[in-house]
């Protein structure tokens, strides 16, 4: 089993960043595809980034590329999102997910992915 940990939201200023950090326990973080998720009030959850179980290969929702970067350390089981030019759409809940997957396909639905943390608020205001 894995457990998942997410820390580091909080509120910001428009145009702000922010990262988020999200902690893996019980396993190994080899061979595990990892992402991040958001669900903002009254709207479902939606994919943001993943990222592959080696670290080499990354997706990212239009709505964020170019402004936030995943990225994780496999030799201290972790992942990070780097949030920059924030905008008050990005205001939600953040989610880390994580799927036991050998191949270098990154996850892109709530469906694919077995574990989750319980989320960190993040709040961009203006």
């Known amino acids: 089993q894995v457990q998942l940990v997410e820390s580091g939201g909080g509120l910001v200023q428009a145009g702000g960043s922010l990262r988020l950090s999200c902690a893996a326990s019980g396993r190994t973080f080899s061979h595990y595809a990892m992402g991040w998720f958001r669900q903002a009030p009254g709207k479902e959850r939606e994919f943001v980034t993943g990222?592959?179980?080696?670290?080499?290969?990354?997706d990212y929702a239009d709505s964020v590329k170019g402004r936030f970067t995943i990225y994780r350390d496999i030799a201290k089981n972790t992942l990070s999102l780097q949030m920059n030019s924030l905008k008050p759409e990005d205001t939600a809940v953040y989610y880390c997910?994580?799927?036991?997957?050998?191949?270098?396909?990154?996850?892109?639905?709530?469906?694919?992915?077995?574990?989750w943390g319980q989320g960190t608020q993040v709040t961009v205001s203006s």
């Open positions: 997910a994580a799927q036991v997957i050998y191949t270098s396909y990154v996850p892109e639905t709530k469906r694919e992915y077995d574990y």
């Open positions: 990222i592959n179980w080696s670290g080499t290969n990354t």
